[in-house]
């Protein structure tokens, strides 16, 4: 097998093109103190080596890296796709782009994913996660928290939706259609503590009694699954259930199927945060929208105004979730 090439520097580019490394750094910043011959020496070099600049040196160098970080939970968890899709679209006017990091990911080795973002001077970081004591935040870039979470990070700036009242609209839903044997499977942080007390209000309020199983770790569809079984186990007469979000609600059906019991005949499901894959003609899955993809534009302005004026107020965007019927859903089959 042939030995892999070696990537080219930015010396091979000068000593092809001719010049210094210096003045191939004015040709890659764009500088209009560079001739034209010696611009087009340059660019001839970089076609012909096919090198590809360094943004972490670029950031270096100019101090900048026109880049906002984010991180995330699990990338397994894909409720934070149309997040990232409004998130770009909101920063693509002011030419900064997005780097995603999974906080799960070099759990392992203890890696704190900020601290690879701040290395290369990202513009602003972007929390989609639940903050741990191991993050170390710069006072140089401005932070801001999509979603909510259980530990707050001072001066940061807030876009959420109302996880609490998208709780209280599903079961409330259920109990229209006439479930009173109602189940809710819940993960942990800050999120799901809110859809767990709006479940819990709307229970109290219907007078039907209380059925959670829940888990500290990641809301995961192995997690919901694992919570189905153990809630169907203990309360096989529920009806319905509630699960933390999509993925969760993924693993109650497969724990549904299990059991013997199908979907919605013998046990209606809700997801929460209408993710890419709940509405594809195999699930169907009724979901709380958590209106995700316009959470990403409200983030990308809350990034935008930051760095226009580092030093105003942290703000709060909470917007107001909506339910989406589809077909994992109907009324009760027995009392």
Known sequence: MAAARRRATIYDVAQAAGVSKSLVSLVLRGSPSVSEARRAAVLAAIKELDYRPSQAATALAGGTSQTVGVVIDDYTNVWFVELLRGLQEGLASAGLRIAVSDRALNAHVGSDPLDGFLSTRVEALVLATEPTPAMRFSAQVPVIVAGN????????????????????????????????????????????????????????????????????????????????????????ETTAILAGNDSMAMGAMAAAREAGLSTPGDLSIIGYDNSPFSGTHLLRLTTVDSRNHELGLHVAQQVLSRLANPEREAQRVLMEPSLIERGTCAAPRRP
């Open 149 to 236: 979470r259980a530990t707050q990070v001072r001066g940061a700036d807030i876009s959420s939706s109302d996880d609490r009242l998208g709780a209280r609209q599903a079961i409330e839903y259920l109990v229209s259609l006439g479930h009173r044997n109602i189940g809710h499977i819940a993960g942990g942080g800050g999120a799901s503590m809110l859809r767990l007390a709006g479940y819990q209000e709307a229970m109290k309020a219907a007078g039907l009694e209380e059925r959670i199983v829940s888990v500290s770790e990641l809301t995961t569809e192995d997690t919901g699954y694992q919570c189905a079984r153990q809630l169907l186990g203990e309360a096989p």
